[in-house]
Structures are given as C-alpha cells and as structure tokens.
C-alpha cells in the first residue's frame, strides 16, 4: 500500500486543479485506520453498532417443522385431485406445546400457527378452508396441495450457517434476528469518538453576548447531529479563535481525546485562515516525514476547499467554514471515512443510502467538471413517481434552504445542464440527516 506522503504527493501534482471528489474519497479510504477493539454488548445496546465479528447462528430457524397457519394438520399424500378429503379429528397442537399422540392415515388434529408438526404430517388447511362438522374435517378439492402452509425446519436460516456479516450495522430488524437466535448479547466494534470545534473570531456560542460582525456556530450543531446519527461518541471542543498557539492547543487535545478530528473553518486562502498552517506544522512535528497534510481545492459545489492530514494517528478533516458546505462535505467525505473507521461495510444500507432516479421538474444549470450538491425537495407525483424540485437560493450558506430540503440532488462531475422532465440522481436524507 502506498504511504500517506507517496499519495500526498501524487494529488499535490493536481494543484492548482479541482479534484474531482471520487479521487479524494479514494485517498480517504487508504488514509483512515481501521477499527481494533471491539467488545460485547447486550442487544439493546447495540443498535446502530457494527459487527466486529459474523454471527454464526446456533440454531435452526425455526427450530421445528411448524404451521403457517391455524387449522388442520393432516398428511398431504392423501389428498386426490377433484376429490374431497374426509379426515378425523383427533387432537389439537397449540403453539409452544407439541402433540404427542399418534396421528393415523385418515386423521387429522387442530393446528395452530407455530405449532409444531406433529411427526408424519406436512401440510396445512387453513381453518376457513375446511368444512367441519363435529370431529369430522372435510376439505375441499383443490384448496390445499401437500406441503401447503407448512414452515420447514432450518428454512429462515440453517444452524452453522452465517446469520449476519462481520461489518453489519445493527438495524432494528438484526436485533430481533439476535434474538431469534437466543444470543443475548454480541460482539461490535468500540464506538468511534470524534472530536470537533468550530474556529474564527467572529464565531459566537450560543449564550454570549452579541456583537457587531459576529456569527453563531451552527457548525458545530450540525456536525453534533450527523455524527449523532450514525451513533459516534462526540468530543465537543467549542468554538477555537484565529490564534496559532489556541488552534495548536486544540488539535493537541482533539487528538488526545478522540479517534479523528473534524473543525469547520479557516481553510481558504483568508488573512486568518490558520488552520492549515497548524495543520501542517503539527502534523510535520509529529509525524516527520509522513507530509501528513493534503489541501484541496474539490471540483464540488458547495465546499471547494478542504483540508485532511493526521495529528500522529488521528485523521483529521478540516472543513470549510459555510455551514452548508460543512454539511454536504460532511456526507461526500466524512462520513464515508468515519463508517469505515467504525468498520462497516461499505454495501451496508446504514453506510450507502441508494441514489434514487427522480424527474426533475425543474431546468437547473449545472457546469460540466465538478460535483454538485443541490438542496432539494424529492416528492411523490400523482401517477406515483419520484420528482425532485430544487429549493432555490443555493448559497452555501444559506441553512434554510437545507432544512426545506428532503434530500440532494447530485450532479455528478461530468453531467451538464437539466432540463425539466430529466431523470437524475437524488440522495434522500431519510436516516441520514
Ligand atoms: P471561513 O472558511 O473560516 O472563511 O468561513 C467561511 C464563512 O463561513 C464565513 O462567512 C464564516 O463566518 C462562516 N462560518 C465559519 N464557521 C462558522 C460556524 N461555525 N458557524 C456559522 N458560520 C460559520
Ligand atoms: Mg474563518
């Protein structure tokens, strides 16, 4: 594998080119470590935790042959075409109690959904099926073939057999699978910890006093969510002032505390956009020779420049100060980088929400040679298909926008301009934002 500082170099060679953003994600996909410790938990501690290791299931599931449904057990090899089936009946099998008498050729018990099959019979008819008259059972011709309504033993899953990946993000449904199995608890990676702060003079906590030119962090509430979301432990490190000395003492504590760092703000080319320079002095200091610093300028909009290097082992991603490009480069790199320090599989529905095809019902412009992320509304039209309108002003810093918003539309590098009535990609936020 190459090293940091061969990759560094490689992509230095673009500037001062736009990157196009699937090469940046390939170099995040080598830069990031992966995870090392895992630990077990009970299950309800463990949703949204990723699999540190497959579950192998120990059981067949379901465990027995059983009914799909609640009426009459009998043996399907008696039943005739065009014939009716007369049968006896002989007892009944609730759930959870077998039956265990003796079921002859001709007879036939009452059967109720999950009970398990007496041995000899396999097949089903579900009670409003069948014609009953004391313990007489008929059934008409036609209304159940053998087999029917019968739930085999190991069909779900096979004892030995993989139940969920190594990797997997724990989603309600895998809690209810665990259970299923009757394991308790299981074992996931440590969660992440992330730390991060905001940096600029003008950046206000919420709670002090206002003043001329100054701003509230948003950033740091947005990244708060997003990272809450995909179930990270959050270091909150404040708001951190243009000041070498205050901004080295916080990479130095970010990296001491967390397992990656993430800051918004001061990666342009401004007056007091200091970030890279201590970026760049204490990744050197640190890590001699690893040139562990890479600024871009991404071929994306919003969010041109970004800033990504490592604090000894600790990557670190220097956003940029819009709150909206804070955000849309949160999706587009971060959070890729962070599941795959988490160890999730990259296919895990958790980690890649699928990019929907909708109709666009509106022009946009869109310059062929960069990524676009536009703010947008996806809907439902009447005739059932998915449209997607943009919610206007796209400056990156208008937040409004991004709460109207349901979801992006993403022009990928290459694609020009949209004319209503075009299909494009769209990312809904659903479990994402
Ligand atoms: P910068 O990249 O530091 O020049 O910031 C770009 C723009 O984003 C400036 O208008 C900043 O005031 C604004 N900005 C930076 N950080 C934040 C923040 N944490 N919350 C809200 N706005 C911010
Ligand atoms: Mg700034």
């Given at each position: 594998?190459?090293?940091?500082?061969?990759?560094?170099?490689?992509?230095?060679?673009?500037?001062?080119?736009?990157?196009?953003?699937?090469?940046?994600?390939?170099?995040?996909?080598?830069?990031?470590?992966?995870?090392?410790?895992?630990?077990d938990v009970p299950l309800m501690q463990a949703l949204g935790r990723v699999l540190a290791a497959p579950v192998i299931s120990p059981i067949d599931v379901p465990a027995h042959d059983n009914s799909a449904m609640d009426g009459y057990a009998f043996c399907g090899q008696a039943l005739q075409p065009d014939?009716?089936?007369?049968?006896?009946?002989?007892?009944?099998?609730?759930?959870?109690?077998?039956?265990?008498?003796?079921?002859?050729?001709?007879?036939?018990?009452?059967?109720?959904?999950?009970?398990?099959?007496?041995?000899?019979?396999?097949?089903?008819?579900?009670?409003?099926?069948?014609?009953?008259?004391?313990?007489?059972?008929?059934?008409?011709?036609?209304?159940?073939?053998?087999?029917?309504?019968?739930?085999?033993?190991?069909?779900?899953?096979?004892?030995?057999?993989?139940?969920?990946?190594?990797?997997?993000?724990?989603?309600?449904?895998?809690?209810?699978?665990?259970?299923?199995?009757?394991?308790?608890?299981?074992?996931?990676?440590?969660?992440l910890r992330v730390a991060y702060f905001s940096t600029g003079d003008e950046i206000l906590s919420l709670g002090e006093p206002v003043r001329e030119g100054a701003v509230f962090d948003s950033n740091r509430y947005t990244v708060w969510g997003m990272l809450q979301r995909m179930g990270v432990e959050c270091?909150?490190?404040?708001?951190?002032?243009?000041?070498?000395?205050?901004?080295?003492?916080?990479?130095?504590?970010?990296?001491?505390?967390?397992?990656?760092?993430?800051?918004?703000?001061?990666?342009?080319?401004?007056?007091?956009?200091?970030?890279?320079?201590?970026?760049?002095?204490?990744?050197?200091?640190?890590?001699?020779?690893?040139?562990?610093?890479?600024?871009?300028?991404?071929?994306?909009?919003?969010?041109?420049?970004?800033?990504?290097?490592?604090?000894?082992?600790?990557?670190?991603?220097?956003?940029?100060?819009?709150?909206?490009?804070?955000?849309?480069?949160?999706?587009?790199?971060?959070?890729?980088?962070?599941?795959?320090?988490?160890?999730?599989?990259?296919?895990?529905?958790?980690?890649?929400?699928?990019?929907?095809?909708?109709?666009?019902?509106?022009?946009?412009?869109?310059?062929?040679?960069?990524?676009?992320?536009?703010?947008?509304?996806?809907?439902?039209?009447?005739?059932?298909?998915?449209?997607?309108?943009?919610?206007?002003?796209?400056?990156?810093?208008?937040?409004?926008?991004?709460?109207?918003?349901?979801?992006?539309?993403?022009?990928?590098?290459?694609?020009?301009?949209?004319?209503?009535?075009?299909?494009?990609?769209?990312?809904?936020?659903?479990?994402?934002?």
């Open positions: 594998m190459k090293t940091l500082a061969q990759i560094a170099a490689e992509l230095q060679g673009y500037e001062p080119q736009a990157l196009p953003a699937h090469t940046v994600n390939a170099f995040l996909a080598q830069m990031v470590p992966l995870p090392r410790e895992a630990e014939q009716p089936l007369a049968l006896k009946l002989v007892g009944t099998a609730l759930a959870g109690e077998a039956y265990r008498g003796a079921v002859a050729p001709g007879q036939c018990i009452r059967i109720m959904t999950g009970a398990v099959m007496p041995a000899g019979l396999d097949t089903v008819v579900p009670q409003e099926m069948a014609v009953v008259d004391g313990t007489q059972i008929t059934i008409p011709p036609g209304a159940v073939r053998n087999g029917d309504n019968r739930r085999a033993r190991g069909e779900d899953l096979q004892q030995g057999t993989v139940a969920l990946a190594k990797g997997s993000v724990l989603a309600p449904a895998s809690l209810g699978l665990l259970a299923s199995l009757g394991l308790p608890q299981v074992r996931v990676w440590r969660r270091v909150d490190l404040g708001v951190v002032p243009d000041e070498p000395a205050q901004l080295e003492a916080a990479f130095r504590l970010a990296a001491a505390r967390a397992d990656a760092i993430i800051t918004s703000g001061g990666v342009s080319v401004g007056e007091a956009d200091h970030t890279k320079a201590m970026m760049r002095k204490i990744a050197q200091s640190d890590t001699p020779g690893e040139g562990g610093v890479v600024f871009w300028r991404i071929a994306m909009r919003p969010g041109r420049p970004m800033a990504v290097g490592r604090v000894g082992r600790i990557p670190l991603f220097g956003l940029p100060g819009n709150p909206v490009a804070v955000m849309v480069t949160f999706l587009a790199f971060v959070r890729p980088a962070l599941w795959q320090m988490m160890g999730a599989n990259p296919d895990d529905p958790a980690v890649a929400p699928p990019l929907l095809k909708a109709r666009s019902t509106v022009a946009v412009r869109k310059k062929a040679g960069r990524t676009e992320y536009q703010r947008a509304i996806v809907s439902v039209d009447a005739a059932g298909q998915l449209g997607v309108q943009t919610t206007g002003d796209q400056g990156s810093g208008v937040l409004r926008s991004m709460v109207r918003a349901n979801g992006l539309l993403v022009l990928h590098h290459e694609q020009g301009n949209v004319a209503p009535g075009d299909l494009v990609d769209v990312m809904v936020f659903a479990g994402v934002l």
